[in-house]
C-alpha cells in the first residue's frame, strides 16, 4: 500500500477471551477516501472501527493513521495512556448511541475537547464549538441539554463534538442505527456532507444505499475476516461472493436517500 | 401516671450543649476523613493493580462487616497491647468511626462510578482525554450526583454513631446526657431531650440537600 494511504492496518488480530474477534484484517482508506464497513452483527466491524483510534488495543498486527504509527503483539509493548490519548485526539469517533456528555449543554460538550484535550482558551473554544454546531444546522441548540434533543439532533452535535477537536479521520459506528426512520436522513446528510469536503471516513452502517452513494470503497466483514472488498457500487451491484450477495439481499441497495427532514 | 418535667433539665443547659458542641464537630470529622477513605476504598478496588485492589477490598469488608462498637473498644483497648499505639480516646474513636464510615462511602462512591454508562468514558476517550481527565470531567460530575441520597444516608447514619463514643468516655450528646440523668433522676426527660436534639439538626439538613438534589437535576 502506498503512502497516500492516511489510514492503513495490516494483519490486525483481536481476540476477547477465546473468541476471535478480528483474524488478519488488512485495510487502507486514501486520504480524502470514505470506506463503508457492512456486515453481518458479530461480524467484527464495530471492533475494527475501534481498533483504528485503538479504543481497543488490538493484539497483533499494526496501525497507521496519518505520520502515527503502532505495532502490536510479539514483544511490542502497548501504548501508555499519554501516547494513546494524544493519538485518539486526532481522530474523531461517533457512536451508535450518541454518548453525549448529559451534564454538559450542546455548546459545553463541543468545547470539551478543544478546552480540556487542546487546552484551548475558553473564548477560542467557544468561537469554534459555534462554528461546529452552525455547521450541523444547529447553532440555535447551543444552550440547550442533550435530553432536550430528538435522537437525530444529538447525533449531529456528536459529529460538532468531534469535529470540534479537527481529526484527520472520522469513524462513524452505525451512526444511524439507534435512530427513528424519519431522523435518519439529517445525519446522512451531514455525513455526505463531510465526505463532499474531503474528509477521510470509515464508516460502519446498515444504511447500504446510504454507503453506495457516498463510500468510494466497500468492505464486507464476515466472522472477523474480510469477505469482499472493492469500489462500493460495484460491490453493493454485483457482489462477487455468495455470503456477501446473500446479506445484502436483506437490504434495499439503491434509491434515494432517506429524506432529510430538517426538525432542527 | 408519669409526670413530666423538662423544667429541670434547664439547669443541665451547658453540658447539654457542651455534648452537643462534641457530637457535631466529632460528625464533621468523621465525615470528612469517611469520606477520604471512602475515595481510597473506591479508587483501590477500581485499580488496575491487584495489590491496590486486594488492599482497597481488605480494608472495605473488615470495617464494613464488624460492629462498630467491637470496632471502637478494639481501637481503645486492643491496638496499645497489640501494637503498643496509644490513642485517646477521642482519636480511637474518631479514627474508627472514620474507617467505619469509609467503608460505606466506599461502596457508594464506587457503585456511583460503575453506574455511569461505559459510553461517556469511551466518548471522552475518544476525544483524546486521559482516563483522569475523564474521570474528572465526564464520570464524577455526573456520578456524584447519583451518589449524594446514599452519601447523605450513610453521613445520618454516622451523626447518629458518635452517640457509641460515650463507651469510650467521649463526653458527646448522650455521655453529657447520661450524666445528666445520673444526676436529676429524670431519664426520661433527658433521653427525649436528646433524641428532638439529633433530629431538630438532621431534619433540616435532609430538606437541604432535597433541595440541593433538584437543583442538580435540572439537566437530566
Redesign the interface.
Known amino acids: 500500500m502506498s503512502e497516500t494511504q492516511k489510514i492503513e492496518i495490516r494483519s490486525l488480530r483481536k481476540s476477547f477471551g477465546s473468541n476471535e474477534v478480528l483474524k488478519n484484517i488488512n485495510l487502507g482508506v486514501a486520504k480524502g477516501g470514505v470506506v463503508a464497513l457492512i456486515g453481518p452483527s458479530g461480524s467484527g466491524k464495530s471492533t475494527l472501527l475501534r481498533c483504528i483510534?485503538l479504543?481497543v488495543v488490538p493484539d497483533g498486527g499494526s496501525v497507521r493513521v496519518g505520520d502515527t504509527h503502532f505495532a502490536f503483539g510479539d514483544g511490542a509493548k502497548p501504548p501508555d495512556?499519554?501516547t494513546?490519548?494524544?493519538?485518539?485526539?486526532?481522530?474523531?469517533?461517533v457512536?451508535q448511541?450518541f454518548?453525549?456528555?448529559?451534564?454538559?449543554t450542546t455548546l459545553e460538550n463541543v468545547m470539551?475537547?478543544p478546552v480540556?484535550?487542546r487546552r484551548m482558551a475558553k473564548a477560542d473554544a467557544e468561537k469554534l464549538a459555534r462554528t461546529q454546531l452552525a455547521k450541523v444546522g444547529l447553532a440555535e441548540k447551543a444552550d440547550q441539554?442533550p435530553?432536550t434533543l430528538s435522537g437525530g439532533q444529538k447525533q449531529r452535535v456528536?459529529i460538532a463534538?468531534?469535529l470540534a477537536?479537527e481529526p484527520d479521520v472520522m469513524l462513524f459506528d452505525e451512526a444511524t442505527s439507534a435512530l427513528d426512520p424519519e431522523l435518519v436522513g439529517e445525519v446522512l446528510n451531514v455525513i455526505q456532507q463531510l465526505a463532499s469536503e474531503g474528509m477521510t471516513m470509515v464508516i460502519v452502517t446498515h444504511e447500504i444505499a446510504f454507503a453506495r452513494e457516498v463510500a468510494d470503497r466497500l468492505i464486507f466483514m464476515r466472522d472477523g475476516v474480510v469477505v469482499e472488498e472493492g469500489p462500493a457500487r460495484q460491490v453493493i451491484d454485483n457482489p462477487r461472493e455468495a455470503a456477501t450477495r446473500a446479506f445484502l439481499s436483506h437490504f434495499h441497495r439503491t434509491g434515494a436517500l432517506p429524506p432529510a427532514t430538517t426538525a432542527s | 401516671m408519669y409526670q413530666w418535667d423538662f423544667g429541670i433539665l434547664w439547669s443541665y443547659r451547658w453540658l447539654f450543649l457542651n455534648g452537643l458542641g462534641v457530637t457535631v464537630g466529632f460528625t464533621v470529622v468523621i465525615v470528612v476523613c469517611g469520606l477520604l477513605f471512602g475515595l481510597f476504598g473506591a479508587f483501590g478496588t477500581l485499580s488496575r493493580f491487584k495489590a491496590l485492589r486486594l488492599l482497597a477490598l481488605t480494608f472495605i469488608e473488615a470495617f464494613r462487616c464488624t460492629p462498630i462498637l467491637v470496632q471502637l473498644i478494639w481501637f481503645y483497648y486492643a491496638l496499645p497491647i497489640l501494637a503498643g499505639v496509644e490513642m485517646t480516646p477521642i482519636t480511637a474513636s474518631a479514627l474508627a468511626l472514620s474507617l467505619y464510615g469509609g467503608s460505606f462511602y466506599s461502596e457508594i462512591i464506587r457503585g456511583g462510578i460503575i453506574s455511569i454508562?461505559r459510553?461517556?468514558s469511551?466518548?471522552g476517550?475518544?476525544?483524546?482525554?486521559?482516563?483522569i481527565?475523564t474521570m474528572r470531567?465526564?464520570v464524577l460530575?455526573?456520578a456524584i450526583?447519583r451518589m449524594i441520597p446514599a452519601l447523605m444516608n450513610q453521613s445520618i447514619i454516622q451523626f447518629k454513631n458518635t452517640s457509641l463514643v460515650s463507651v469510650l468516655a467521649v463526653p458527646d450528646l448522650v455521655y453529657q446526657s447520661q450524666v445528666a440523668a445520673h444526676d436529676s433522676y429524670r431519664p426520661l426527660e433527658t433521653y427525649t431531650a436528646v433524641a428532638v436534639a439529633y433530629a431538630a439538626i438532621l431534619i433540616p439538613l435532609t430538606i437541604l440537600v432535597r433541595r440541593g438534589e433538584k437543583r442538580l437535576a435540572v439537566?437530566?
Open positions: 483510534n479504543l495512556v499519554k494513546l490519548a494524544k493519538f485518539r485526539a486526532t481522530t474523531g469517533m457512536f448511541h454518548n453525549l456528555f448529559p451534564h454538559m470539551e475537547g480540556t484535550v441539554y435530553a456528536a463534538r468531534a477537536m | 454508562d459510553g461517556q469511551e466518548a476517550a475518544a476525544l483524546g482525554m486521559t482516563p481527565q470531567r465526564i460530575p455526573q450526583k439537566s437530566e
